[in-house]
């Protein structure tokens, strides 16, 4: 437990490996020294390799010792970043910034040290294939792809150059996060004519009155009511707010993040492009989407591109359909003629179509879906199907109350703490924080980061993982009763997927551990998980009246499964929208100078639509916030189509769960020991099939999505629904 006598005070608590973290001790003014400390232990690691001879060079003293070399700093920089996330400062972002060129700079130069490459391969050559397992094998054979593709392989110019692109490119996607963390945060709307908001939840009008009134707006008996561009606050905002004048202004606010000066990210994207191809260039590759792909599933980029159009082909025209049935329904409304809608009129017309065609209001399940309840059941249902017990931990913030055992420390009073542990050995498997509600002072979205990367030996755990997971979710009202939406749940479920994969890792090699997986293969755990917040037997779960204690009514449950795949159709056309502009982006941009990025964008979002509109005004280019691709490191950069390429494979093997029950543990076991567990020490395509017996079909996905039928399917021809990768 931290902070209970000066004992326990960390020299260095940045790398300092306490369990759990002394996050009180983590400051802003420790960052410098500690990333100093932790770069100089690193760089002991890694000489102590280099001096190796070639003769004595083997996989323990190589391999085994570069996995651990760095280990510190890895952990360091772990922390930092998560506090950059959920932290921001104006001094966290100053010794943030000054530590990232060093740290990137550090590890973008470890695999092209010729004296380190020379280690690794004599290691290769001595370790034969009949002194190590399939295991060490297939560790040895990453780590030597690792150095190639770093270009250990170029002369001394070309690795300078990489290094350099690399610290480049770090500070670059920083900048980008930043300008649209702060743009994000600087717009707000005030409303003080409630009857704009007539219709609008009671629980997302609680928060924005609660949250004018934090910001000293308005008062208790003369209410304002406070949005902001932040998920839980725009989104019903888009969906229920009354005045289309405030709508739009709301929308081009959105669509002004990271493109207005002084934060226009469009120069950023630019330099961004071009340094990415000169990196996929000096690699020789043709692209740097064949860079990212060429280890993932997909293997190069046209084979993720012609992923992405298949599926567009099967869609066909059900998005033209969708958005002609939406301009009907408004002018039969409105009396005006049949038009396309404006974009920050599609939310409010969707949502009023969808209540007239389905009599279904998705804020009506809200009740069914208090965050407590919604967690307790997710546990609920990890501990039944794969084999967990998860338990909470008292948490404080700073010192610990007087008399307080077991507790662990936090970064805010919001964040609660977990244990994980194998139901059948009571081995600890890992721990969790969680993070779930929005703060300035916290980047938008959701996601699960690693803090701490467990270690697995032939007898079980010897260090836990440690993991985090955050979301920006409805907060709580005054009375601390925080109600979801069913997106949110999803939400939920998707990030503790994400989690599972990690903490049931058991492979005793960290770097093939947990999500350490190919990029399009690391959504499948995730997307399957939101499966379980559709069926009827998972959801009474969690789905409990926060009063009542009640289930969901089943004409209710009936109406919400009936509008599941209402406007699928533009859902899917808009993720592979998106899909294709990264790729488009990451294979044609040539990086001539002045050439327009808005011209591939544009270009690339007409082909997928076929060249129809698909909304009166068009919206502006994306690229100048799309985090996905330029902010935080960039990580889906030539790899956003791994949403679609995970999906279509978690429908295939959500399959596997319908066809003996969706809570039946055995298969659930299956699934842990097939995919959860081995992390990357088996080729993706193996670990498939080991689960579900065959090589995956889009077929599951098409018929989940009411795209086709199951007539359909059968008539087809069964090359449509191949799913074509490489092994």
Not at 55 to 76: C, I, K, Q
Not at 339 to 353: M, N, Q
Not at 632 to 644: D, N, P, W
Request: charged share 25%; glycine share 8%.
């Amino acid at each position: 437990m931290c902070g209970t006598s000066m004992d326990q005070y960390l020299k260095h608590p940045f790398i300092d490996q306490i369990a759990p973290i002394c996050w009180s001790e983590l400051k802003p003014s420790r960052i410098g020294e500690d990333i100093d400390v932790a770069i100089a232990l690193a760089e002991a690691d890694l000489r102590r390799i280099e001096s190796i001879p070639a003769s004595d060079a083997g996989y323990e003293n190589v391999f085994m010792a570069f996995e651990d070399a760095g280990n510190a700093l890895s952990e360091a920089w772990s922390k930092i970043e998560h506090l950059n996330n959920v932290m921001d400062s104006a001094e966290l972002r100053d010794a943030y910034n000054a530590a990232l060129p060093k740290v990137i700079g550090f590890f973008s130069a470890i695999l092209r040290r010729p004296a380190l490459w020379a280690s690794v391969q004599a290691a290769a050559h001595n370790s034969s294939r009949e002194s190590v397992s399939p295991l060490q094998r297939r560790h040895m054979d990453e780590i030597l792809a690792d150095f190639r593709e770093s270009g250990a392989d170029l002369d001394e110019a070309g690795r300078n150059r990489l290094g350099e692109i690399d610290s480049e490119l770090a500070q670059l996607t920083q900048t980008y996060s930043e300008n649209v963390l702060d743009a994000t945060n600087e717009w707000e709307l005030i409303v003080d004519d409630q009857s704009v908001l007539d219709g609008f939840p009671d629980v997302s009008l609680e928060a924005a009155r609660l949250s004018a009134l934090e910001k000293g707006y308005g008062t208790e008996q003369e209410p304002k009511w406070r949005f902001t561009l932040k998920g839980p606050s725009f989104g019903p905002f888009m969906r229920f707010s009354n005045d289309p004048v405030l709508r739009e202004k709301a929308w081009r606010a959105a669509c002004a993040v990271g493109a207005v000066a002084p934060r226009d990210n469009g120069d950023l994207v630019v330099r961004i492009l071009k340094l990415r191809k000169e990196k996929a260039s000096i690699l020789g590759k043709a692209h740097y989407a064949d860079y990212s792909t060429s280890r993932r599933m997909a293997r190069s980029g046209l084979v993720a591109r012609s992923f992405l159009t298949k599926l567009r082909d099967v869609l066909q025209d059900a998005p033209d359909r969708e958005l002609d049935d939406l301009a009907r329904f408004r002018a039969e409304q409105t009396g005006d003629a049949v038009d396309l809608v404006e974009p920050w009129d599609l939310a409010w017309w969707s949502e009023k179509l969808r209540r007239s065609a389905y009599d279904f209001d998705e804020e009506s399940l809200r009740p069914w879906f208090s965050i407590d309840r919604v967690i307790s059941g997710m546990f609920q249902l990890a501990e039944t199907l794969f084999g967990l017990s998860i338990n909470a931990r008292p948490t404080y913030v700073g010192r610990p109350d007087v008399g307080q055992s077991n507790g662990v420390e936090v970064w805010h009073e919001q964040v609660g703490y977990y244990d994980v542990f194998d139901r059948d050995s009571g081995r600890l498997l890992g721990g969790f924080f969680t993070d779930w509600f929005p703060r300035a002072s916290k980047r938008s979205g959701a996601w699960m980061d690693t803090l701490r990367q467990g270690e697995w030996g032939e007898s079980g755990p010897v260090k836990p993982h440690l993991v985090v997971l955050c979301g920006n979710l409805t907060p709580p009202d005054a009375d601390g009763l925080s109600l979801l939406t069913h997106d949110e749940v999803t939400t939920i479920f998707h990030e503790f997927g994400h989690l599972l994969h990690q903490i049931c890792g058991r492979v005793p090699v960290r770097s093939l551990n947990g999500i350490s997986v190919a990029w399009d293969f690391v959504e499948l755990p995730s997307q399957l998980l939101e499966n379980w917040c559709w069926e009827r037997e998972s959801l009474d779960l969690f789905a409990r009246h926060h009063g009542s204690g009640e289930t969901i009514p089943e004409d209710l449950f009936r109406k919400m499964i009936a509008a599941r795949n209402f406007q699928e159709g533009l859902g899917i056309l808009r993720q592979l929208a998106l899909g294709i502009l990264d790729l488009e982006l990451h294979i044609s941009f040539i990086g001539s100078d002045g050439e327009p990025v808005e011209d591939l964008e544009s270009f690339a979002t007409r082909a997928i639509a076929n060249y129809r509109p698909t909304l009166k005004t068009q919206s502006p280019p994306i690229h100048r916030n799309f985090g996905h691709l330029f902010g935080g490191g960039g990580g889906y950069a030539a790899g956003y189509y791994s949403y679609k390429w995970s999906e279509v494979l978690e429908a295939d093997v959500f399959g596997g769960f319908k066809e003996h029950g969706v809570l039946n543990a055995e298969i659930g076991r299956r699934f842990r020991d097939c995919i959860l567990s081995v992390g990357k020490s088996i080729e993706p395509m193996d670990a498939f099939i080991a689960f579900r017996g065959r090589t995956p079909s889009l077929a599951p996905y098409l018929k989940r999505s009411g795209l086709l039928t199951d007539e359909e399917i059968r008539i087809s021809d069964p090359a449509r629904f191949q799913f074509g990768t490489s092994r």
